[in-house]
């Protein structure tokens, strides 16, 4: 039986952006089917060294030091690839053989790089973003950007087979980092549906969840992600005015954390928004969920987007979702029919609001039109059985 090697940055004890969701997701469906062996690092002394993963599957934690934001960033996600690096190596020496790698992103391209070139194990590399996209092609003149970058190409030229969650990130490792169309496969992000299906039905008829976020007669409006400008939540925030002139109680709440917080609280209170607009920070998956049970809508406003887990849990959830018209959300999310999109603007983003608070009909019937979507699309099982096929593309 063919053992498989998979190496990430993000596992569910140090999950950062959809790419720790990814992983955690997929891995244990694979584990169901085959033998993996899951390397990830250890920050502060989290997790076990060495824990089951479902039925074949084991997950491994190297000690490391957590990579900080700063000039030196790339410097310190070496280290942790570096110390990986060793725990991998230990396993080699003592005889353990893998007959494929799978690799998520530049975070953890440096140990595979080395691993492929000294011992020859064929790789599959999954790219979830680009330094390019995230920078908006503003990278030249910024060395830590152009380091990334540089890291990014290193590894696409070095993979014998590319993973990308959408069309347009195929589309993007092309053009951005020269990536050869023929060694590209497109395969989808999943979602865990399964306990959010009926969420909405269940939370609905207990009333203190939702007073716990807003008053009965408040439209609440949930924005969840990495708050980072290619997010665009301050376009949400800007959106609000304009939503308030109809709804004059509306409340939004925006979760999660991000760079762009301090700039996000200043916004709102230039806007003079402080009784509408609720930032709050970190929240655990089950509060995210029993908020999108109960929002009258859930928006995702991205200028910047590979694909968008988020916007898959909040339609699993039954929430009406509004997102922006970019990259891969264009692809999840077909524009009246199980959801709509927008333009980056946020008179048009409170136009999408408006529409969906002002027909409550219309925006649950596309809601459990995406619920369908979900179910027959996006599960992890599905989304195992397609990577499987890649790998036997390479044993």
Request: glycine content about 6%; hydrophobic content about 45%.
């Amino acid at each position: 039986m063919h053992r498989y090697l998979m190496i990430s940055p993000e596992y569910n004890l140090q999950r950062v952006g959809g790419l720790g969701v990814h992983v955690q997701g997929l891995a244990p469906r694979l584990s169901d089917r085959v033998l993996l062996d899951l390397f990830v690092p250890r920050y502060q002394g989290l997790g076990d060294y060495c824990e089951p993963l479902r039925r074949h599957g084991t997950v491994y934690r190297a000690d490391a030091i957590e990579p900080r934001p700063g000039e030196d960033f790339d410097l310190q996600v070496w280290r942790m690839n570096d110390q990986i690096n060793a725990a991998i190596t230990r396993h080699i020496n003592i005889g353990r053989e893998f007959s494929l790698m799978h690799v998520h992103d530049w975070l953890s391209g440096y140990v595979a790089n080395d691993l492929h070139q000294r011992y020859g194990i064929p790789m599959v590399a999954t790219i979830h973003a680009t330094e390019m996209g995230r920078r908006r092609g503003q990278i030249w003149g910024n060395p830590l950007s152009e380091r990334i970058h540089l890291a990014e190409q290193y590894l696409i030229r070095e993979a014998d087979l590319i993973i990308v969650c959408s069309e347009f990130m195929r589309q993007e490792v092309i053009t951005a980092l020269n990536a050869p169309p023929e060694k590209i496969r497109v395969i989808p992000n999943g979602v865990e549906y399964e306990h959010l299906i009926h969420l909405r039905d269940q939370l609905e008829a207990l009333p203190y969840i939702r007073r716990r976020w807003a008053e009965p007669d408040q439209p609440l409006i949930f924005f969840v992600g990495r708050l980072e400008w290619e997010k665009g939540p301050d376009l949400l925030v800007q959106a609000m005015p304009m939503v308030l002139e109809a709804f004059p109680n509306a409340k939004l709440i925006l979760a999660g954390k991000g760079s762009y917080t301090d700039q996000l609280v200043a916004l709102v209170r230039e806007l003079e928004l402080e009784a509408h607009v609720q930032v709050v920070g970190f929240i655990s998956d089950q509060t995210r969920n029993e908020i999108y049970a109960v929002a009258d809508v859930a928006v995702f406003p991205s200028r910047y987007e590979p694909f968008g887990i988020v916007a898959l849990e909040a339609m699993a959830a039954g929430a009406p979702v509004i997102v922006g018209d970019v990259g891969g959300l264009s692809e999840v999310v077909e524009h009246g029919v199980t959801g709509l999109r927008t333009p980056n603007d946020p008179q048009a983003i409170a136009d999408a609001i408006l529409q969906t608070l002002h027909n409550p009909e219309q925006a649950a019937a596309r809601a459990r039109r995406a619920q369908d979507v979900v179910r027959t699309q996006y599960s992890w099982e599905a989304i195992a059985e397609r990577v499987l096929e890649v790998y036997a593309e390479l044993v």
